[in-house]
């Protein structure tokens, strides 16, 4: 993200985002302060958006929060890559340049031996066909020869490289698009699979469908077992959505305790169906302590299920999804409902 605000504007922007940033479970470091920057400049909707459901009852952020929002909504390509990238096209333009004016200067000086042997035969001097000239020719023809499979060499070594520059560029992207805690597609991977998913589906179509699914009581387990069983927790959960979620369909980490599944081709009873399964597995499950043998089981989750109707937006669709979610909890968590 560039910034372009004046001293008075950012000065300003300082003032809104300091009383947001203190209220939250999260230390006051940049990254806390890039995402309530972007927050109170209105400068990133999604973000914004983001937040405000994050928020919105009473909540608080805590470090894990911040930082998995940095990265769905601010974080590029790592800058360290970028650089690496930056420097190898640097490179191949520089090698493949100075091939091609030495391909050049050879071209030009066979051109111009070739250029004064025709004026010699044109202008009918007897020695124009002479060994001296023909050799002459045959020299250049050879130095033109291997400059010309030198510039192949060399391209075909730039080839290779810019491929190698291609895959890297395409693997940051990648992971720019997962999420770290449970190797899922974040946020931001999960609206780049939305949006591919309904620009492929006709507008007058039903589908996909989508289920929203958000860990019950999660405060009250960091609160009782610290931040790293709430950790184990999460890992916990994706490596169920994981092993329920196959073909083309999608589970992603949505934020926090907060996941999303995109069903493509799954009808609403379908999804429902599912949705229940992976209801049942989590609340029969059973994690064991960090450092101890205690498991701690009573873990749930409640879901909300909507499928697309013809026509409708992904902010709607999810809307929808996530007001189905509000459904489930509001009716005493540990259930399924539909939008």
């Given at each position: 993200m560039?910034?372009?605000d004046?001293?008075e504007q950012?000065a300003?922007y300082?003032?809104m985002?300091?009383p947001l940033?203190?209220?939250?479970?999260?230390?006051?470091?940049?990254?806390?302060?890039?995402?309530?920057?972007?927050?109170?400049?209105g400068?990133?909707?999604p973000?914004r958006?983001?937040?405000?459901e994050?928020?919105?009852?009473?909540?608080?952020?805590?470090?894990?929060?911040?930082?998995q929002?940095?990265?769905d909504?601010i974080?590029?390509?790592?800058e360290?890559?970028?650089?690496?990238?930056?420097?190898?096209?640097?490179k191949?333009?520089?090698?493949?340049?100075?091939?091609?004016?030495?391909a050049?200067?050879q071209?030009?000086?066979?051109g111009?031996t070739?250029e004064?042997?025709?004026a010699?035969?044109?202008?009918?001097?007897s020695?124009?066909?002479?060994?001296?000239?023909i050799?002459?020719?045959?020299?250049?023809?050879?130095?033109?020869r291997?400059?010309?499979?030198a510039?192949?060499?060399d391209?075909?070594v730039s080839r290779?490289?810019?491929?190698?520059?291609?895959k890297e560029?395409?693997?940051a992207?990648?992971e720019?698009?997962?999420?770290?805690l449970t190797?899922?597609a974040?946020?931001r991977g999960?609206d780049?699979k939305?949006?591919?998913?309904?620009?492929e589906?006709?507008?007058?179509?039903?589908g996909?469908?989508l289920?929203m699914?958000d860990?019950?009581?999660f405060?009250?387990?960091?609160?009782n077992?610290?931040?790293?069983?709430?950790?184990?927790v999460?890992?916990?959960?994706?490596t169920?959505?994981r092993?329920?979620?196959?073909?083309?369909d999608?589970?992603?980490?949505?934020?926090?305790e907060?996941?999303?599944?995109?069903?493509?081709d799954?009808p609403l009873?379908?999804?429902?169906?599912l949705?229940?399964k992976?209801?049942?597995?989590?609340?029969?499950?059973?994690?064991?302590?960090?450092?101890?043998d205690?498991?701690v089981?009573n873990?749930?989750i409640s879901?909300?299920?909507?499928c697309?109707?013809p026509?409708?937006?992904?902010e709607?669709?999810?809307?929808?999804a996530?007001?189905?979610l509000y459904?489930?909890?509001?009716?005493g968590?540990?259930?399924?409902?539909?939008?």
């Amino acid at each position: 993200m560039e910034y372009h605000d004046t001293i008075e504007q950012s000065a300003e922007y300082l003032r809104m985002a300091l009383p947001l940033m203190t209220k939250q479970a999260a230390a006051l470091h940049p990254i806390s302060y890039a995402i309530w920057y972007e927050y109170v400049a209105g400068i990133n909707p999604p973000l914004r958006q983001r937040i405000d459901e994050l928020i919105h009852d009473g909540r608080v952020l805590d470090e894990a929060m911040v930082q998995q929002l940095y990265r769905d909504h601010i974080a590029e390509i790592d800058e360290a890559i970028a650089r690496r990238v930056s420097q190898g096209f640097d490179k191949v333009m520089q090698d493949i340049d100075a091939s091609t004016t030495q391909a050049a200067a050879q071209t030009k000086e066979f051109g111009a031996t070739l250029e004064r042997w025709s004026a010699d035969v044109a202008a009918g001097k007897s020695d124009a066909i002479s060994l001296s000239a023909i050799g002459e020719v045959l020299h250049r023809s050879q130095d033109l020869r291997q400059i010309v499979a030198a510039l192949q060499a060399d391209l075909a070594v730039s080839r290779s490289e810019i491929e190698q520059l291609r895959k890297e560029v395409s693997r940051a992207r990648e992971e720019a698009m997962i999420d770290g805690l449970t190797g899922l597609a974040n946020r931001r991977g999960f609206d780049a699979k939305l949006a591919a998913c309904l620009a492929e589906t006709p507008g007058e179509a039903v589908g996909p469908s989508l289920l929203m699914a958000d860990i019950d009581h999660f405060k009250r387990i960091n609160d009782n077992f610290g931040h790293l069983f709430g950790d184990k927790v999460i890992r916990n959960i994706a490596t169920i959505l994981r092993d329920n979620v196959k073909g083309q369909d999608l589970a992603a980490r949505y934020g926090g305790e907060e996941f999303v599944v995109l069903l493509r081709d799954t009808p609403l009873a379908g999804a429902l169906t599912l949705a229940e399964k992976i209801r049942r597995i989590v609340e029969n499950s059973r994690i064991k302590r960090i450092g101890s043998d205690e498991v701690v089981s009573n873990l749930t989750i409640s879901i909300g299920v909507a499928c697309r109707e013809p026509g409708e937006s992904a902010e709607t669709l999810i809307g929808r999804a996530d007001a189905a979610l509000y459904q489930s909890k509001q009716s005493g968590r540990n259930r399924v409902s539909a939008a």
